[in-house]
């Protein structure tokens, strides 16, 4: 039995990969960029996903497939990059395991798929309207959509699962993070805010920067602070295990990720302490972030319980924060 783990060289499938092979698992990684993974029972198929025959090569053999990889960005420029890798890659790869008789297709997902930032009811369950508002949400759809389609009319056995955002513990205090730089850290949210083009965001920002190093904490154009979803990856890649050998969660399609929202005005206080660095507080224009999903369905499913709650994360960042600051 051969598992593929698409994405083996990011965040999520890295630690997957590293936790099937530690359960025994013969695992094979496809990816633009190597994992680094060294170990008797890996093996890597180096590629695109839109690569017919390199999605073909990397199903080949394979029992089971998680499909982890994809292209994240929310820059207007990257959309054909997007597109291709998330709606024509996931279609490429649905097309091999269907070749390949593979027995489970786990699909990431995301809950950009929901209308995030203006959710008709929340926590957002599974039967909430899908009206994605970024481009990516928007592939991650298309992608879902691909991946039914490949069950109702190639019998593909599937699981479906919308992860919630989701980060390295250590990520969480690195301002050079792709995540957390923006969310946290205010000069970094100047320069993405800028990229997005949101002038009247970064004349905001820019009132607060004294050219310090300084953190920020947002709030919407009233004054309340974000509040939003933060998983730990070792708590999504425990999901994804669970997944494996339930066949309930055949044709299934749950939300995955933590239990409690995140509160920016609560944790902000607390991570500018950890930093040392002053905090800004930001009133953005507009209605703000205030996201929250609900696990409940996956839980009730598989058993899972998240292990790493935000305050657990935020433990290992301020341990990663001072290493750095030693070194
Ligand atoms: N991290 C999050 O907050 C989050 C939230 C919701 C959904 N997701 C989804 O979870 C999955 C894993 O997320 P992650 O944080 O590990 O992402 P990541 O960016 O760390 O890893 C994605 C990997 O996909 C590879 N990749 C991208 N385009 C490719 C292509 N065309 N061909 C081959 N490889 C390609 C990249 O090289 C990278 O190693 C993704 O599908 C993502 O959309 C992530």
Redesign the pocket.
Known sequence: MTILV????????KRLAEALLQRGERVRG????PSGITHPLYAETP????DAAAAGAALEGVTAIFH?????SWLPQDQDRLF??NVE?TRRLLEAAITARVRRFVF?????VYPEGMPESLPVTEDHATRPRSAYGLT?LLGEELVRWAGRSHGLPFTILR?????DAAELLDPDSM?SGPRFFLQPRIRQQEAFGNRAAVSALRAADDGAPAMVMARNEKGRPFRMMITDTRDMVAGLLLVLDREEMTGETCNLGATLPVDFGTVLPAMAEITGWPLRIVDLPGPGVFYETSNARFRILTGFEPAYPFERMLEEAATAWRAKRMS
């Open positions: 698409t994405g083996s060289a990011g965040r999520i499938g496809f990816d633009l960029r590629g695109a996903f839109d982890l990889g994809a292209f994240m291709a890798a890659g990431a997902s995301s809950g950009e991650k992860f919630s955002h989701t980060q995540f």
